[in-house]
T-cell receptor
Framework: EAQVTQNPRYLITVTGKKLTVTCSQN?????MSWYRQDPGLGLRQIYY???????DKGDVPEGYKVSRKEKRNFPLILESPSPNQTSLYFC????????????FGPGTRLTVT | GQSLEQPSEVTAVEGAIVQINCTYQ??????LSWYQQHDGGAPTFLSY????GLEETGRFSSFLSRSDSYGYLLLQELQMKDSASYFC???????????FGQGTTLQVKP
């Protein structure tokens, strides 16, 4: 089954404790992206990657890191999480031919206390 | 910069037709996409307009007018399961970014 998977689905952590949210897709997509969703603010792009070893900042990259060492994986790293990073996070992927049609993972709900 | 505006909420009755508007400010974009998101779920792709005009996919249609910086999603024969949030999104070919509107919550009533 073609899908985007994220782990963990739920995470409660404390301020300053480094964490990684994994994202993997099995569709051989070149384009991958991370979004955060907050009430009233819609989906905001954090980082995206057009292909392996190529990453670019989205609209809200502060406090986040990403890497794209393999085509299928695009982990999101929070080196020192803060409470304002409490949010619902989505990973998504698409082909470079149809980047407007993104396939989303199930989401990761992160709470930072 | 780039921005999109949508109404925050729309209510309609089962069987009716509803239109969700999206106005935007941008330059150098490829087209306008629409996504649906049910409560607690992931966004799912509905449609895309690369060119001006109407695109139809079953009960859903989407329209784009680049000259007016405006688009809409039209949902016909509304069903209760259409109750969800709907997002318009711009893909900027210049930057590779996908920019989403804040979303419109559609409530379908019996």
């Amino acid at each position: 089954e073609a899908q985007v998977t994220q782990n963990p689905r739920y995470l409660i952590t404390v301020t300053g404790k480094k964490l990684t949210v994994t994202c993997s897709q099995n569709m051989n997509h070149e384009y991958m992206s991370w979004y955060r969703q907050d009430p009233g603010l819609g989906l905001r792009q954090i980082y995206y990657s057009m292909n392996v070893e190529v990453t670019d900042k989205g609209d809200v990259p502060e406090g986040y890191k990403v890497s794209r060492k393999e085509k299928r994986n695009f982990p999101l790293i929070l080196e020192s999480p803060s409470p304002n990073q409490t949010s619902l996070y989505f990973c998504a992927s698409s082909t470079t031919y149809s980047p407007y049609e993104q396939y989303f993972g199930p989401g990761t709900r992160l709470t930072v206390t | 910069g780039q921005s999109l505006e949508q109404p925050s909420e729309v209510t309609a009755v089962e069987g009716a037709i509803v239109q969700i508007n999206c106005t935007y400010q941008t330059s150098g974009f490829y087209g306008l996409s629409w996504y649906q998101q049910h409560d607690g779920g992931a966004p799912t792709f509905l449609s895309y307009n690369a060119l001006d005009g109407l695109e139809e996919t079953g009960r859903f249609s989407s329209f784009l007018s680049r000259s007016d910086s405006y688009g809409y999603l039209l949902l016909q024969e509304l069903q209760m399961k259409d109750s969800a949030s709907y997002f318009c999104a711009l893909f900027s070919g210049n930057t590779g970014k996908l920019i989403f509107g804040q979303g419109t919550t559609l409530q379908v009533k019996p």
